[in-house]
Structure formats: structure tokens, C-alpha cells
């Protein structure tokens, strides 16, 4: 008999799934914040040369701080003060009504920066003076993050994969909190840089590890429904940040306030069960069927099960896999699973690609960063109410290249919407938004369903690797603006529908049974039945 039959008789999503789903909310919501922390850990606030170097002048310190501005910061063609320049001394000729003529010499800042502090009270900006020449440290903040979530990820997947889900949880939640408080207390930027790797590189054993828990105890028929619940976790965790971040302006107490509630998470893990189904791709029946028996006593469903024993879940195991211990190699050992693995992967980095590009880029579009973060949320729950029809009526692989293909074409538009149309330029952003977040949505549970139990997460840890890739080149890609204003766009834009038609080579798995086995893969995938129980 299938798992999938079994978890069909149980009722697939009862008490017993959520309570599952509850329990790993906690550590699911810290994601998000940490993700897209950096909208806010590493603001840029509006900034200018220290001119208090030039102040001991006489006729200096009797003008208004404007003037003072005026005749210390060169200006642009528009007026716009510049954040990198000053003078050597003062050019009083720039003052109203003055008749003098010389000619300016302007130089790099010399007495570091002063910064607008009325939107940020402290960022990695103004604790580091990342600007200007060193602009690009701050970028690397964020890609030494997701180097870090890039390096977790197939780490974590094939330790979960080796020693199970359970135990990995834990060593997540102990790891990711441990890591995060002492980046809050980092006293250098290499510290720092150094902690949030390591942080990155425990939080992708959540991102994958717990997702793959929850959809492996869900059945086929409610495998969709639970997928896009379980990603309404990300859509709270992202207005809890908002709420959070608007609340608490220093980056050092909003690293711990975002992180708490793992504390949470630590508490409830003795709750969480091990995931059965891979217990018997293991081999460990008898824990298996205890588990088993769990979850159809919680369902009230015992009855239905109850010629289940530990020897039919042994026998069934043993005699498709004959035992045999798989590694990440087996990913691209056999043609079929080859081809998968080299599909999804380029699918997922151009998601997480494009969602992190369009996400990470709130100031870009003219409105308050507060506010262009809510909205990107908002905007996330009705999408993903109108994923779930689409996954059901049309199948995870057109829902996702439909998604791709979309989120590029509104990058597409913003490219020629004018930089002072903040509004127009915003909602068009925020429809980009939703549709990179339904392909983020769809193809968290697409890959979940795609790869045997056996390698589940060693093929969620490949997938977040190429995916956290793409994450970490990301944003270095708004580097390039300086090159070609419109380049950064451009590159998006091109890599979201490039990876939307390569989305349309992998198997369709609406309402198909999970694969349990590498096996189940290279032979035909068998549509199943709600009725099925062979």
C-alpha cells in the first residue's frame, strides 16, 4: 500500500496537520524578516558631506545651515546636493546676489558623512559609512546572507535526509537564533558579515526542512490546499517585519526583535513529530506506524487503519528499495532525475531571482519604504487565494511559467514608466510583486511533489542552493545602474522569462502521487485516483 493511501484514509489534513502547521509557524514567520530584513537593516538614508571642517572661518559660521550646504556640496544640473563630493573650501560666489567668480575644485567627502535620521535612527549605513565608494559593502551584506542560506541548503538537505526531519529542526532553531544575536552585536562590519552568513546557512534548514515535513503528511488530494497555507506563514512573517521595523528604528534591536520568535519555536519542538513517510522510505517501521497511529487517533480516523501494521510498512519499503542509502549524486545519476534536476534548478534561480530583485528594491519606486513594504505583503494574500484555483484548474507547471512569464512582462513596462511617475511605477511594481510571489508559492510546493521521498531533501536542498544563488547575485545586480541606468531592470526582466519557458519542460504532478523512490521517477509517473488505495 501507497503512504499516500494511507494518509488519504487518516484524512489527510485534520487536527493532526494542523497542529503541525501551527506548531512550525513560529519558525516559519522568522524567515521573511530575515530574508528581507535588509530593506531596513541596511537603508540608505539621505546623506552628505561633514562640512564642519570649513566651519572655522568667520563669514563660514555666520551663514544659514542651507547656505552653508550651498557653498561647502556641489550641486546637479536639478539642484540635487551631491552625497560623495564637497569643496575644497568655501564657494561663497554660489550664495543669492554674489558677484564673485572661481572656479570650484570639489573632492571626495574628507570628514565622513552627516545622515537624515528622521525615517532610520541607525542602519549599517551610518554605523559603517557604507556610501558612496563603499556602497558596494553594503550590498554584500545581503549576498553574504544568502551565500550563507546557499551553503545551508544542501547541507541541511541531505543531514535531514540522513538523520530525518526532526532533529534537524532543532539544530536549526538553536543554530539560526544563536547566530542572529550575535550579529545584533557585532562590534566590526567583518563581524558582522561573518554572523549573518552563518545565519543565512542555519535558516535554509528551516525554509526546507519544515516545509517538507508539513507537505509530507498532507495526502494528494489536499496537497495543494495545505501548499498554499503553508505560505501564508511568509505573508504573516512579512507584516510582522513591517510591523516591527516601523516600531524599532535601530538595526541592532530590530535584528532580535525579529529573531524572537524562534524562543517560541524552541519550546514547541518537542510537539513536532518526525515525518512517518520518511521513516518508512527508511526503513524504521515501527516508528513509523506509532506516528501513523498518532495521527489517525487525533483524525479520529483508527478504525480506517486499522490493518496497518509495522510489518506491512517494513515489507513495502524494503521491497522497492531493497534498503539502499541514497546521496545528492543520485540527483543527476539517471536520465529522468538528471533532466529534473537540471530543469528545476534553473527555474528556481530565476524565481528567486526575480522575486528578490523586485523585493529588495523597495526605495526604488518613490514611496515611503514603510508603506511599499506593506503593500508588497498585502498584496501576497490575495495572490496566493487566486494560486490556489490555478494550481487546481490548470496545473503547477502552466500556473508557473504563467507566473514567471507575467512577473517579466511587468518588469518589462516599468522599464519605460518615467522615475517621477512614483505611482504608476509602484503599482506596477506591486503587480511584478504578487506575480513573483506566486511563482515562489507555486514552485515551493511543485518541488516538493516532483522529487522522491528517498532524496526529497537532498533535491529541496539542491533546488535552494541554485535558488539562493541567484538570490545572492541579486542584489549586486543594482550595482550595474551605474554602468546603464536601466540595466538592473533589463536583466530581470530578461531572466524572468527566460526561466519562464524553461518552466514548461518539467512534469506536470496535479493530483499525481508523490514519488517515493528514484524508480517512481524513470518510469512513467502514474496519475492517481482520490479512490486509489493500491
Known amino acids: 500500500m501507497k503512504f499516500d493511501s494511507i494518509l488519504s484514509e487518516m484524512n489527510g489534513l485534520g487536527k493532526f496537520q494542523i497542529r503541525l502547521f501551527l506548531i512550525q509557524m513560529f519558525s516559519r514567520v522568522t524567515l521573511p524578516c530575515h530574508f528581507l530584513l535588509n530593506n531596513f537593516l541596511a537603508a540608505s538614508p539621505s546623506h552628505h558631506c561633514d562640512i564642519r571642517a570649513l566651519e572655522d572661518r568667520d563669514y563660514f559660521g555666520n551663514l544659514t545651515f542651507h547656505q552653508k550646504l550651498s557653498v561647502s556640496i556641489p550641486?546637479?544640473?536639478?539642484?540635487?546636493?551631491?552625497?560623495?563630493?564637497?569643496?575644497?573650501?568655501?564657494?561663497?560666489?554660489?550664495?543669492?546676489?554674489?558677484?564673485?567668480?572661481?572656479?570650484?575644485?570639489?573632492?571626495?567627502?574628507?570628514?565622513?558623512?552627516?545622515?537624515?535620521?528622521?525615517?532610520?535612527?541607525?542602519?549599517?549605513v551610518t554605523e559603517w559609512d557604507l556610501v558612496c565608494s563603499r556602497k558596494g559593502m553594503n550590498k554584500a551584506t545581503a549576498t553574504v546572507f544568502f551565500v550563507g542560506v546557499m551553503m545551508g541548503a544542501p547541507l541541511f538537505g541531505f543531514l535531514s535526509d540522513r538523520y530525518g526531519r526532526r532533529p534537524l529542526l532543532l539544530v536549526s532553531y538553536l543554530s539560526s537564533l544563536t547566530f542572529a544575536v550575535l550579529s545584533a552585536f557585532s562590534t566590526s562590519y567583518v563581524m558582522f558579515t561573518i554572523m549573518r552568513l552563518f545565519t543565512g546557512l542555519s535558516l535554509a534548514g528551516i525554509s526546507i526542512i519544515s516545509y517538507a515535513l508539513n507537505v509530507e503528511w498532507c495526502s494528494i488530494e489536499r496537497r495543494t490546499f495545505s501548499g498554499v497555507i503553508l505560505s501564508l506563514d511568509w505573508t504573516l512573517g512579512n507584516w510582522l517585519l513591517t510591523g516591527i521595523a516601523f516600531g524599532v528604528r535601530d538595526w541592532r534591536r530590530l535584528i532580535v526583535a525579529v529573531t524572537s520568535p524562534l524562543i517560541v519555536a524552541i519550546f514547541a519542538w518537542r510537539w513536532l513529530p518526525e515525518s512517518a513517510r520518511w521513516l518508512v522510505a527508511k526503513g524504521k517501521a515501527n516508528a513509523a506506524h506509532q506516528y501513523i497511529m498518532q495521527c489517525a487517533e487525533m483524525n479520529h480516523t483508527s478504525k480506517c487503519i486499522a490493518t496497518i501494521t509495522p510489518r506491512i510498512l517494513q515489507e513495502s519499503a524494503e521491497a522497492t528499495t531493497g534498503n539502499k542509502k541514497h546521496t545528492f549524486l543520485d540527483l543527476f545519476r539517471t536520465p529522468n532525475m538528471r533532466k529534473l534536476a537540471i530543469t528545476s534548478g534553473i527555474v528556481w534561480y530565476g524565481v528567486a531571482f526575480t522575486y528578490y530583485g523586485i523585493s529588495l528594491n523597495i526605495t526604488g519606486f518613490g514611496l515611503n519604504p514603510y508603506l511599499t513594504q506593506l503593500i508588497f505583503a498585502s498584496i501576497e494574500m490575495p495572490m496566493k487565494i487566486v494560486v490556489f484555483f490555478f494550481l487546481e484548474k490548470i496545473g503547477r507547471r502552466n500556473s508557473e511559467m504563467g507566473a514567471l512569464l507575467s512577473a517579466g512582462l511587468c518588469l518589462f513596462i516599468n522599464i519605460f514608466v518615467p522615475q517621477d511617475k512614483a505611482v504608476v511605477r509602484t503599482i506596477v511594481a506591486v503587480l511584478g510583486k504578487s506575480m513573483s510571489e506566486a511563482s515562489f508559492t507555486i514552485m515551493f510546493l511543485y518541488t516538493t511533489e516532483l522529487y522522491p521521498t528517498v532524496i526529497r531533501q537532498n533535491g529541496l536542498g539542491y533546488t535552494s542552493f541554485v535558488g539562493r544563488l541567484g538570490v545572492s547575485i541579486s542584489p549586486l545586480i543594482m550595482l550595474l545602474d551605474d554602468v546603464w541606468h536601466l540595466l538592473p531592470a533589463v536583466t530581470y526582466c530578461a531572466v524572468a522569462l527566460f526561466c519562464g519557458l524553461v518552466a514548461a519542460l518539467l512534469p506536470e504532478t496535479l493530483n499525481t502521487q508523490m514519488p517515493e523512490f528514484i524508480e517512481d521517477i524513470e518510469k512513467s509517473r502514474r496519475r492517481s485516483t482520490r479512490m486509489d488505495t493500491a
Open 75 to 124: 550641486a546637479d544640473r536639478d539642484g540635487i546636493l551631491s552625497s560623495c563630493q564637497m569643496f575644497t573650501k568655501p564657494q561663497y560666489q554660489f550664495l543669492p546676489g554674489s558677484n564673485t567668480t572661481e572656479e570650484a575644485f570639489s573632492v571626495p567627502c574628507q570628514g565622513g558623512w552627516v545622515y537624515d535620521n528622521s525615517t532610520f535612527k541607525s542602519t549599517l
